[in-house]
Nanobody, 122 residues
Framework: VQLQASGGGLVQAGGSLRISCAAS????????WGWFRQAPGKGREFVAT????????DYADSVKGRFTISSNNAKNTVFLQMNSLKPEDTAVYYC????????????????WGQGTQVTVSS
């Protein structure tokens, strides 16, 4: 199974961007999704997660109130709506997937997308 992230780009500070990630194969398993990001010279950072039901979400403090994670299980797709973007949000954003429950630790995810670049100019 491959995860394909898309929707990144260049946006001005204060702007919005929506990125998405789709699994290449639909399965009957119930997956939780996570978004992580990695800025140059830094480690991979947790951004948001959503559980298999779509009812439970979790956000990093740095994005809470600005970013919204959602999923479409019928289409095996997850979205990240990013509003009020800041230059410090600039990073490569990665989607990841694991069974049922979303967690913050990237090592707990077995499936990863290739990443999409988000650049926020000041």
């Amino acid at each position: 199974v491959q995860l394909q992230a898309s929707g990144g780009g260049l946006v001005q500070a204060g702007g919005s961007l929506r990125i998405s990630c789709a699994a290449s194969i639909r399965t009957s398993s119930s997956y939780a999704w996570g978004w992580f990001r990695q800025a140059p010279g830094k480690g991979r950072e947790f951004v948001a997660t959503i559980d298999w039901s779509g009812r439970t979400t979790d956000y990093a403090d740095s994005v809470k109130g600005r970013f919204t994670i959602s999923s479409n299980n019928a289409k095996n797709t997850v979205f990240l709506q990013m509003n009020s973007l800041k230059p410090e949000d600039t990073a490569v954003y990665y989607c990841a997937r694991r069974l049922r429950v979303g967690v913050r630790a990237p090592d707990e995810y077995g499936q990863w997308g290739q990443g999409t670049q988000v650049t926020v100019s000041s």
